[in-house]
């Protein structure tokens, strides 16, 4: 399970409390602890429910959760509970990757002047005859 850090916390929470630089890393801690929390019980619950380990780990999709579901549901469940996986992964890794950027971005429009300055003092290419910039 991907935890639950809200990765964009920083990005707005500093702007709108007060007291962001003791509320912030509480939540983030508190949400990072509550997600580890619940990791634990999705795992333990998760290797109940595992018959043959040996099947699950030998199927033939490679993928040991459709096993378990396969075992429990329908066909048509699996797929819909596979599909429900797979927007979840989705929907993780673009909000990550947005995140990302939106963070990239702000250090770039800080740090703008600073680098434009470093970046000057690069020598003229020869072949080009001008500046990186």
Excluded at 17 to 33: C, E, F, K, N, W
Excluded at 43 to 66: C, E, K, R
Excluded at 80 to 96: E, H, K, M, P, R
């Amino acid at each position: 399970m991907s935890p639950a850090t809200f990765y964009q916390i920083g990005a707005f929470a500093d702007s709108m409390h007060q007291d962001a630089g003791r509320t912030v890393p509480t939540a983030m801690i508190g949400s990072y602890l509550l997600s580890g929390v619940l990791s634990v019980i999705f795992l333990v619950s998760y290797l109940f429910v595992i018959v043959d380990i040996d099947g699950a780990v030998n199927h033939p999709t490679g993928y040991p959760f459709l096993f378990v579901f396969q075992n429990a549901f329908s066909m048509e469940a699996v797929n819909v509970l596979t599909a429900i996986v797979i927007c979840l992964i989705f929907a993780g890794t673009l909000s990550y990757n947005l995140s990302s950027s939106r963070q990239m971005w702000a250090v770039s429009y800080n740090l703008h002047d600073y680098i434009e300055k470093v970046l000057t003092l690069v020598p003229v290419c020869p072949r080009r005859r001008s500046s990186l910039l």
